[in-house]
């Protein structure tokens, strides 16, 4: 691929500039930077170790992807730096995650390290290296409308990551590139196959990075008190044991360790032999309450308040939008109606395990607003 073929979000054509492009060792962002070198901007990566607590488990694959990042950096030709940002993770985002956990809430650590780490130290540290702007390997885009900078989607539908973008503002955004948000996945690969990448098929990351692979519960046990209680259904009928509230999120089916109710009468929504999943978490009490059936009642929602706002730009007014209560789900349609510090959202179709803790992020078309964290779910 010659520069003049150059994706626009990797600024081919525009000023040659000094860019810093955080290296994770996966091929997006090896991809990214290539595609800068390309187009002819002086480029520097930069791989963040963000964790440390047990880096030489089976885990955790920092020291594993420093190699392949360093490896990467040596094929296209770039000085690569190690810089550990562990302290300012763990107290930025860590210690918030386990917070939100303890209060019977599911956060999203991914939201907010992009928000306080790629995006704040990442951003600064790249900033007094001299950089004229950071690049990531993220599935999204950025442009410039009438000298503001706006967050869109990735074109590519299956990875497009502006979810986990959404808290970014305007000064970040427009210190910002995003090489390969232009592109699909499957060119992506191409690309790195084509030139030789030693990480052209390398698995992507799955998970909170720094749990890694880890069976999630057994992380959790080693940082958060938790008390064994009931699980009940919807009719007060114990059906099981939990191992405490914390491990388990709205709508999780697998781990719940019970089987169907064989006796008449099963509750609205599932027959007899349906899957469980959990619907509530009632903290005072210490209950789990499981309902039968996907598609049951109290696990869908008209409506849900939020708090905890940031928007990309000049915040939302009220009106229709489409809106994301979790990664991967389309665009569902809605009403906003801000509040004093909060913002509301009424969907004409009920919205399927509406997870407190997780993030709500608007959406006018292509263009990401924002958004806040899910504070309270409406039947």
């Not at 392949?68 to 860590?94: C, L, P, S, T, W």
């Not at 004409?348 to 997870?355: D, E």
Request: with cysteine; hydrophobic share 35%.
């Amino acid at each position: 691929m010659s520069p003049s073929s150059l994706p626009p979000g990797a600024l081919a054509g525009g000023p040659k500039q000094r860019l810093v492009v955080g290296l994770s060792g996966g091929v997006d962002s090896a991809v990214s930077a290539w595609l800068l070198k390309q187009a002819g901007h002086e480029v520097v990566g930069i791989f963040m170790k963000n964790w440390e607590d047990d880096d030489d488990s089976e885990y955790c694959s920092s020291n594993i992807d420093f190699v392949d990042a360093a490896a990467v950096a040596d094929v296209i030709g770039i000085e690569i730096e190690h810089v550990n940002f562990a302290a300012e993770y763990k107290d930025r985002v860590f210690a918030e995650f386990l917070r939100e956990y303890q209060a019977g809430r599911t956060p999203n650590p991914d939201v907010l390290c992009n928000a306080e780490i790629k995006f704040k130290a990442f951003l600064d540290h790249a900033m007094r290296l001299g950089a004229e702007k950071i690049a990531t390997g993220h599935y999204a885009r950025v442009r410039d409308v009438a000298g503001r900078t706006q967050l869109l989607k990735g074109l590519d539908p299956l990875k497009d990551q502006s979810y986990f973008l959404h808290r970014l503002n305007q000064a970040q955004l427009r210190k910002t590139v995003f090489p390969v948000g232009d592109l699909p996945k499957t060119e992506v690969r191409r690309i790195a196959e084509e030139i030789g990448l030693p990480n052209a098929r390398k698995k992507d990351s799955t998970g909170i990075c720094f749990i890694g692979e880890r069976p999630f519960r057994e992380f959790l046990n080693r940082y958060l008190s938790h008390q064994p209680g009931p699980i009940k259904d919807e009719r007060g009928r114990k059906v099981g044991e939990h191992v405490g509230l914390s491990f388990y999120t709205l709508g999780q089916r697998q781990g719940l360790g019970i089987g169907g109710i064989k006796e008449k009468g099963a509750p609205r929504g599932g027959g007899a032999h349906e899957p469980w999943f959990v619907a509530r978490k009632d903290l005072e009490t210490n209950t789990l309450v499981v309902v039968q059936g996907h598609d049951h009642p109290l696990l869908l929602s008209r409506s849900l308040v939020a708090q905890d706002l940031s928007w990309t730009d000049t915040p939302p007014d009220f009106g229709g939008f489409g809106a994301k209560t979790r990664y991967r789900q389309a665009d569902a349609a809605c009403a906003l109606t801000p509040g004093s510090g909060t913002i509301r959202l009424d969907f004409p179709q009920p919205q399927w395990a509406v997870t407190p803790g997780q993030s709500a992020v608007l959406y006018d078309g292509e263009v990401c607003l924002g958004g806040g964290v899910i504070s309270e779910a409406i039947a």
